[in-house]
């Protein structure tokens, strides 16, 4: 069946391949982002299957106001990928910009959890929904530099979990996809403030996962039956794994 899905940060990696993805597999897509022209372009690629929607995910206002403000035929969204999100800085925690961390909360659990909170309604309403949360092997894995970046998301699988045990008894399921090192995308880019260089370094000697795995793994989770939930999926690189815990000896 056709589904109406409504993906953020749609302007760039994780969020475009999902839209294609979707608009591909016979879907409506709800493209949203704060790059306006980015959003015209996959417009004029997917065409009417895919609506344009600039938004940015730290306007709470309009993120309230959002399921309203839809034009007519695409207000009963079936299905919320909550992809906008971003990391700031490698750096230690004792040197991290302050300004960096409210942006990172800010993203990816305000903006998050206000955006499912007005959708939520009338998915329950009609007794039909999906909300698929982009958490991170960062929020299960601690690693240097991860701090507030991994604690977002360690904040997004535990509300995930939880969001599932409020809507037991319906048929609106919820899923928290948990990707590890993924690469051609504007992540490190983003997380380096620009410095490409350094990003680039970032994938070097590796063959990461790409923003088309991730919406492999959306298309799969949303293609499910509607009695089968997928909770969480984790997914690295067959190059990348978890180490044991870091231990500093002296001398
Ligand atoms: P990109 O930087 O390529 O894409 C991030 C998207 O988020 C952009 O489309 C950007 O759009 C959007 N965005 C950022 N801030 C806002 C905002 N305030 N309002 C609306 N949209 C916003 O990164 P990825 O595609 O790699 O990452 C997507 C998600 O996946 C993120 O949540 C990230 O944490 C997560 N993730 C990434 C991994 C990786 O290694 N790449 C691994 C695991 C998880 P615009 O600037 O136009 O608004
Ligand atoms: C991003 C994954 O390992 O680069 O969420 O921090 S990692």
Redesign the pocket.
Known sequence: MAMTTLV?????????AIARRLVGDGHRVIA????AD?LEALKLDLGEALLPLV????DMVALAALPGSLPEGWREIDVLVN?????LGLGPAQEADIAHWDRMV???VT?LIHLTRALLPGMVERDRGHVVN?????GTYPYPGGHV?GAT?AFVKQFSLNLKADLIGTFVRVTDV??????G??????RFEGDSARAAAFYQGTQ??T?ED?AETVAWVTAQPRHVNINRVELMPTCQASGPPIVKRQG
């Open positions: 953020t940060g749609a302007t760039s990696g994780f969020g475009a949203a982002g704060r790059r980015r938004l940015d995910v730290t992809n906008a999100g971003l990391a800010a993203t990816n903006g982009l958490g991170s092997v960062a970046y998301k948990e990707p590890g090192l993924c690469g995308t504007e992540f490190s880019t983003v990461p996962l923003a991730i």
